[in-house]
Nanobody, 117 residues
Framework: QVQLVESGGGLVQPGGSLRLSCAAS????????MGWYRQAPGKQRELVAA???????NYADSVKGQFTISRDNAKNTVYLQMNSLKPEDTAVYYC???????????WGKGTLVTVSS
């Protein structure tokens, strides 16, 4: 079984930065495409950023140039560096691990990011 544990959320002022981390248990990490999703109140969950096992990345248009996703396979951890945060970035951020070959998805429980003055 794969477990994903997010950390790093919290309250930050507009213009500030946060780095989210997602630690994965199990041996599938290096094979998985890792993603960060977010869900704001009253809205659907949306993809923020993803990184493949080979290191290719893609971002939602709304965060390009603002957020950076990275992974450390030695630590089984994926990160999301969030800069120049805006109130509209307020959401619960979820970590996702996807194994394309077997069509399996795993989710963390989420970490709340609140951007407010």
């Amino acid at each position: 079984q794969v477990q994903l544990v997010e950390s790093g959320g919290g309250l930050v002022q507009p213009g500030g930065s946060l780095r989210l981390s997602c630690a994965a248990s199990g041996s599938i990490f290096r094979f998985a495409t890792m993603g960060w999703y977010r869900q704001a109140p009253g809205k659907q969950r949306e993809l923020v950023a993803a990184i493949t096992s080979g290191g290719s990345t893609n971002y939602a248009d709304s965060v390009k140039g603002q957020f950076t996703i990275s992974r450390d396979n030695a630590k089984n951890t994926v990160y999301l560096q969030m800069n120049s945060l805006k109130p509209e970035d307020t959401a619960v951020y979820y970590c996702n691990a996807r194994l394309e070959a077997v069509s399996m998805d795993y989710w963390g429980k989420g970490t709340l990011v609140t951007v407010s003055s």
